[in-house]
């Protein structure tokens, strides 16, 4: 099974700026993807991470206002960008596996104030 | 947009029963997937399923999946209060390379 890593674990933030979140996995892993958990619900994916691509990003989902990189098999990031607080939730990357099974990293808790 | 539903939303039991949550979904899947997630951290993998098995067993967890009616079950056997936590179903489905959609969750909490 994949070990994932995310950082930073929590980040309080101001409305109007950037963040960047960085997820690396310990092996190499087919696909890599993005997810959102708003408080108290489910998740719901933000996009794929594409290895030296651009990502493909869910319906409600733009790359400008969430970059993303993967410039290798075993990393990628997520920037969150203009923040308000309606992007107050928990940001977790995703690595699948050639057995099909999908790991999380711990998540990354954002508060925009 | 999420794929289905599960219930119950919640459960609360006593340590050494049993706790058995349902997933429904709407598409045809490769595989189904659930996950266990405490106090909003990180999803630990629990047990995937394939579309073409009908039971799986992982130590205290029994998962049976039923392709005809669109429906999974986890069952946690001689539940524990470390089994307290949310748990979530997710489908692969057919046509969505590997993303997956969840299911709403089960709060579930043991109480010693």
């Known amino acids: 099974s994949a070990v994932i890593s995310q950082k930073p674990s929590r980040d309080i933030c101001q409305r109007g700026t950037s963040l960047t979140i960085q997820c690396q996995v310990d092996s190499q892993v087919t696909m890599m993807f993005w997810y959102r958990q708003q408080p108290g619900q489910s998740l719901t994916l933000i996009a794929t991470a594409n290895q030296g691509s651009e990502a493909t990003y869910e319906s409600g989902f733009v790359i400008d206002k969430f970059p993303i990189s993967r410039p290798n098999l075993t990393f990628s990031t997520l920037t969150v960008s203009n923040m308000s607080p309606e992007d107050s939730s928990i940001y977790l990357c995703s690595g699948r596996d050639g057995a099909y099974e999908q790991y999380f990293g711990p998540g990354t808790r954002l508060t925009v104030t | 947009s999420q794929q289905g539903e599960e219930d119950p939303q919640a459960l609360s039991i006593q340590e050494g029963e049993n706790a058995t949550m349902n997933c429904s979904y709407k598409?045809?899947?490769?595989?189904l997937q659930w996950y266990r997630q405490n106090s909003g951290r990180g999803l630990v993998h629990l047990i995937l399923i394939r579309s073409n098995e009908r039971e799986k067993h992982s130590g205290r967890l029994r998962v049976t999946l039923d392709t005809s009616k669109k429906s999974s079950s986890l069952l946690i056997t001689a539940s524990r209060a470390a089994d307290t936590a949310s748990y979530f179903c997710a489908t692969d489905n057919q046509d969505s390379w590997g993303k997956l959609q969840f299911g709403a969750g089960t709060q579930v909490v043991v109480t010693p």
């Open positions: 598409t045809s899947i490769n595989n």
